[in-house]
């Protein structure tokens, strides 16, 4: 397997491809390898959501960090344990409605973020004002990457000027074609189609230059983008349409992040974002070549992780 199997790269700093994965400390223990803090779930009633936060960190473990913490509502600490042994569970206060309480929410992670050398936010993490407040302070409050997905960005769309609370560029927005375009409109970004081809490029460079952020653009050609250098995948397939596997992604991102452009920095976090999204196709990629396109399970596609990065270094 080659990394040119999963890319199509046609501007980036020093190479026409993937950067190659640094090599692994034989001698390194679990802090060696960075911890990923995964912040996500939901039970504000009607809407009950686990597995979104549960796959990015089994994602993150799958790629290599040496821990994987779940920040979560406490009513689904139980359930994220049973469904993911090897993550550790911090509970989110909720009201008698199931909302997350912000103040406490943010005294009980201001700590864990301390220790986390990259942070995942928004899988299936539910909306509503509280959501709006937790992101914003976490916009202003982390300084390690943050990987901004799902849930997280549609609280974006909802904040009034969010870029000027974007430090250093350490910031990744994961938007597929819809929350893209609400992340447009908000901004006041020219009306780009983000599922046009000839448009893709040029819809996640604008939302890169404006928000000061990496944007991997998720769909078919996957693009990413930090405003002046664009790169693009093609090692995806259809099997990766169903539920998780953007879930995973943002693990798999986060998880290079923590171990490579954090406190190691070994690579950039641009570096970081499209080889995460390589390793995302070529992991669907080698269960199709077993399988076949339909009927692929977020769980599954995080098992092959591990063997597309040996196969990789």
Request: aromatic share 2%.
């Amino acid at each position: 397997m080659s990394i040119d199997d999963a890319v199509d790269g046609r501007s980036s700093p020093g190479t026409d491809g993937c950067p190659s994965i640094p090599p692994r400390d034989p001698c390194g223990h679990k802090g060696t390898f960075g911890t990923v803090l995964v912040i996500g779930g939901c039970v504000k009633l009607p809407r009950v959501m686990l597995g979104g936060p549960v796959i990015a960190a089994r994602a993150a473990l799958r790629t290599g960090c040496g821990l994987a913490e779940l920040a979560i509502p406490e009513p689904l600490v139980t359930a994220a344990l049973g469904a993911l042994h090897s993550a550790t569970a911090h509970a989110m206060p909720v009201d008698a409605e199931g909302a997350i309480q912000p103040s406490a929410c943010a005294q009980m992670l201001d700590p864990i973020l301390l220790r986390a050398q990259a942070v995942v936010v928004g899988p299936a993490l539910g909306d509503g004002f509280a959501i709006d407040q937790v992101i914003a302070r976490l916009l202003t409050s982390v300084r390690t990457p943050l990987i901004i997905d799902a849930d997280g960005l549609n609280a974006l769309s909802r904040l009034i000027d969010f870029p000027r609370d974007i430090h250093d560029g350490a910031v990744v927005l994961t938007p597929h074609p819809g929350e893209y375009r609400r992340l447009a409109e908000s901004l006041g970004l020219e009306a780009l189609d983000p599922t046009d081809p000839a448009q893709r490029s040029h819809a996640a460079d604008a939302l890169a230059r404006r928000v000061g952020c990496i944007v991997v653009l998720k769909g078919d050609r996957t693009v990413v983008s930090d405003g002046v250098h664009n790169w693009s995948a093609h090692a995806g397939n259809a099997a990766l349409a169903t539920g998780g596997t953007g879930d995973a992604l943002a693990g798999i991102i986060g998880s290079l992040a923590a171990q490579f452009a954090g406190r190691a920095h070994r690579m950039s976090l641009f570096d970081c974002a499209r080889l995460g999204v390589a390793i995302h196709g070529l992991a669907a990629k080698a269960w199709s070549q077993r399988r076949g396109e339909a009927g692929l399970l977020a769980d599954e596609l995080c098992d092959e992780i591990p063997s597309v990065l040996d196969a990789l270094r």
